[in-house]
């Protein structure tokens, strides 16, 4: 038998999954997710990749952006328009369109839009789990672009209570900004 055939080899990658199909997440026609003022729309998430991971496409008009947090995960964001100071261990940087940041598991960290110009990203969390905790402590909204409702001083409040209540069972932990 010639070295270079390989129809005999055994594989070490497990066979197809029949089970699974291909997806194809157009933005438009899928549910977006209001969060204190930014906006997610979750393009794939677990039930499509068998929990290995998620992808969320995130609109973060000027001033929005995540409280300091910290999860059990790993999280890629990807910027496609726009740009953002992206804090990491207490180092702030500018992260612009065309880059692409990794956070790795249990780091602080947040990012904020302090231009005047809304930021788009593609944010990777593996494994997936992340974008139910979105879905659950969000709020609809009509379109990619459309901002969540404004919350007072209360509503915020019990947002944050609700937050801080579900982001154990998803494997996250919010901060304080001097623990960033």
């Given at each position: 038998m010639p070295e270079n055939d390989q129809t005999s080899a055994v594989s070490n990658v497990p066979p197809d999954d029949l089970t699974r199909k291909l997806v194809v997440a157009e933005v438009d026609q899928l549910p977006h997710i209001g969060l204190v003022g930014d906006t997610y729309t979750v393009l794939l998430g677990g039930e499509q990749t068998a929990g290995r991971f998620c992808l969320i496409d995130m609109h973060i008009p000027p001033g929005g952006g995540p409280p300091p947090h910290r999860h059990d995960f790993e999280e890629t964001f990807t910027l496609l328009e726009g740009e953002l100071q992206a804090t990491f261990r207490g180092k702030v940087s500018t992260v612009r369109a065309g880059q692409t940041i990794?956070?790795?598991?249990?780091?602080?960290?947040?990012?904020?839009?302090?231009?005047?110009?809304?930021?788009?990203?593609?944010?990777?969390?593996?494994?997936?789990g992340q974008e139910d905790l979105f879905r659950e402590i969000g709020v609809p909204v009509a379109t990619r672009t459309t901002a969540?409702?404004?919350?007072?001083?209360?509503?915020?409040?019990?947002?944050?209570?609700?937050?801080?209540?579900?982001?154990?069972?998803?494997?996250?932990?919010?901060?304080?900004?001097?623990?960033?």
């Open positions: 990794h956070i790795p598991a249990n780091a602080p960290h947040m990012f904020h839009n302090a231009s005047q110009s809304a930021v788009r990203l593609l944010c990777i969390c593996s494994p997936a969540p409702p404004k919350l007072d001083e209360a509503a915020m409040a019990a947002f944050r209570a609700k937050a801080e209540a579900l982001a154990p069972r998803y494997r996250t932990e919010l901060l304080r900004p001097d623990q960033v």
